[in-house]
């Protein structure tokens, strides 16, 4: 098939849109100089991530296919996290002339199958030349008539919850970092996070104050939450779900890994939380978060790192 500079661009647009199936939402998919999404709630939500070659992913590590499911996973799960149903994705794409036009195939179908698992699309984007692979990722959304859950609306007495494993692709990093090829399960997490879909569904009918995303560790994306509703947040590290995978440090890789795309949510203290749903705390007033009573452990996903 040789290179993506072989084919040229408009060579390798054809290529890649053709592997793109576009679902109800899609009015107007690739192919003109824009498309068009229905927006029948009247709003969008909007979110835009970026993974860069080095910094997100590595190309000995992590196949083509799930380096495309993960920037989709990461995005659509953002989309969830606001309760909204996922509809579309516009993708820009920058990779070496030099790159193999299989892989870029294949890193499209990890797009589109991401998206197919969450009801979405890949509905356009744009690709060009750049030294190193990287991926600018925007995800649209729809509410459905509903408000947004945000991270501003817990009070002093929700109970905290968590939704989706804690701490996998932390520990697959650190396995991946040492040069060790198991456990396989922790590797993969790494690799392809797998973000609990229904979990936005999940939360607004059980009645949920606050909802997000846990991409950069619970414990400092709690701390969002806490900040934007100007609460406190106890976390009872024995309630937090730690799988016997994760061994001896288990406990750490959950409070304060990144990259699972599970959700953390609060809701009132007479909720019933949904199946799979897990309370690890309270809301209480004050700020900040608060693990056992104390300060939480330090380490937690930075793109600016010192």
Request: proline letters at 7%.
């Amino acid at each position: 098939m040789g290179t993506i500079g072989e084919l040229g661009e408009f060579g390798l647009i054809g290529r890649l849109t053709r592997r793109l199936p576009q679902g109800p939402a899609v009015r107007l998919g690739p192919g003109d100089d824009a498309a068009v999404i229905a927006a029948p709630d009247g709003r969008v939500v909007a979110t835009t991530d970026l993974l860069v070659e080095g910094r997100h992913f590595r190309r000995d590590w992590s196949r083509p296919y799930d380096i495309g499911r993960k920037a989709a996973a990461q995005n659509l799960a953002d989309v969830v996290a606001m309760g909204a149903r996922p509809t579309a994705l516009l993708v820009g794409f920058a990779a070496p002339a030099d790159t193999d036009a299989d892989w870029a195939e294949r890193l499209y179908d990890g797009l589109a199958d991401e998206c197919r698992a969450a009801g979405a699309s890949v509905a356009g984007g744009d690709v060009v030349a750049a030294p190193q692979v990287t991926l600018a990722v925007t995800a649209l959304g729809d509410l459905g008539g509903a408000a947004p859950l945000t991270r501003s609306g817990a009070r002093p007495g929700d109970v905290v919850a968590v939704r989706g494993r804690l701490g996998f692709a932390a520990a697959g990093l650190a396995l991946l970092d040492a040069g060790l090829d198991g456990p396989e399960e922790l590797i993969a997490a790494h690799r392809r996070p797998e973000p609990p879909y229904t979990a936005g569904e999940e939360a607004r009918t059980h009645g949920a104050t606050a909802l997000l995303d846990v991409s950069d560790g619970l414990v400092q994306d709690l701390g969002h939450i806490a900040e934007a509703s100007g609460v406190r947040i106890d976390v009872d590290s024995a309630s937090v779900p730690v799988s016997k995978i994760l061994g001896p440090n288990g406990v750490n890789y959950a409070l304060t890994g990144g990259e699972d795309h599970a959700f953390a949510g609060t809701y009132p203290a007479g909720a019933v939380l949904p199946p799979s749903w897990t309370r690890i705390g309270t809301v209480a007033e004050g700020a900040g978060v608060r693990v056992d009573g104390g300060e939480p452990p330090a380490g937690a996903w930075d793109h600016f790192p010192g």
